[in-house]
């Protein structure tokens, strides 16, 4: 296994100058990251099967294997690929634009930047055994990366959103959302132990107490948990804008965005402080540990 092949570089060059295309603004070059970012995932996998020892060459040809082929060749040596519906829809739209002059928009950009982040920072680490983040600042600044959530600025660890907010104020919300819901993770181990998508979790009973615990430890404000209805419809939104067309009203997104980033900081308070919900039957409840 080799981090230093040249497929390896080719496929964090791509990943990287994707986020700076996406940081860039500029939608006339949203489709290269789409383009960028299919073509990484294509070359890693090819590295991978050099590193198995298997030939990415089809037989009796110079064509290296397609997409298909690699997953199932994957498959035999078992490098298991869990992203791979979302894996096939990139590719899909990445053909689509190479032959059909498709267009995607910030979203659905920044939803293929987020998995295929998420996508890489796994595969990384379980077969290559190195991180992400450190690969990628040879390539990208502490800025972009922070942007995208790889790292964390303690002064003011949040400020990407507001950047990210600048160029795509759906996408802030998304990743707000997304951090707020790990941090409520954080915070109740036993009911995220249970295997639950985040979402049932953050409507059960449970979900309830811990918003009045942080109420009361003074974490957050009393009229904060109200407003979760708001941040968890608004990441629908931005998740889902094919179900909001011509929608008559215009969605706050500011008002989102400081709601996740008080959430953000009133969790990150409670759980300095040793904050962790525990289930009743326990014999602690919402205790300090």
Request: charged residues 30%; proline residues 4%.
């Amino acid at each position: 296994m080799s981090d230093k092949s040249p497929l390896f570089i080719s496929s964090v060059e791509l990943l990287a100058h994707s986020m700076e295309l996406f940081a860039q603004g500029q939608e006339r070059k949203y489709k290269f990251i789409i383009l960028h970012l299919a073509n990484a995932i294509e070359l890693i996998f090819k590295d991978r099967l050099i590193d198995k020892g298997i030939s990415i060459y089809e037989a009796k040809s110079n064509r290296t294997l397609d997409i298909w082929t690699v997953f199932t060749e994957l498959g035999k040596v078992n490098v298991q690929i869990p992203e791979r519906p979302v894996i096939e829809l990139l590719v899909d739209d990445r053909n689509t634009i190479q032959h059909r002059f498709g267009f995607p928009n910030s979203d659905t950009v920044f939803y293929y930047l987020e998995q295929v982040l998420g996508f890489f920072k796994r595969f990384f680490t379980d077969e290559y055994s190195v991180d992400l983040a450190e690969t990628l600042r040879l390539y990208v600044s502490e800025k972009d990366l922070a942007m995208f959530g790889l790292v964390e600025k303690p002064e003011d660890k949040y400020a990407f959103l507001d950047e990210l907010f600048a160029l795509s104020p759906e996408s802030a919300v998304l990743q707000a959302y997304n951090l707020v819901e790990g941090r409520f993770l954080q915070v109740m181990p036993e009911a995220a132990s249970e295997k639950r998508p985040p979402r049932m979790i953050l409507q059960d009973r449970s979900f309830v107490h811990v918003l009045d615990d942080l109420v009361i430890g003074k974490f957050i404000s009393q009229d904060l948990p109200r407003k979760f209805d708001l941040l968890r419809q608004m990441r629908n939104r931005s998740a889902h804008a094919a179900h909001f067309p011509g929608e008559e009203i215009t969605p706050d997104w500011a008002e989102a965005l400081k709601v996740a980033k008080d959430f953000l900081a009133g969790l990150d308070k409670a759980i300095e402080s040793g904050y962790i919900r525990r289930d009743p039957n326990s014999g602690i409840d919402g205790e300090n540990e």
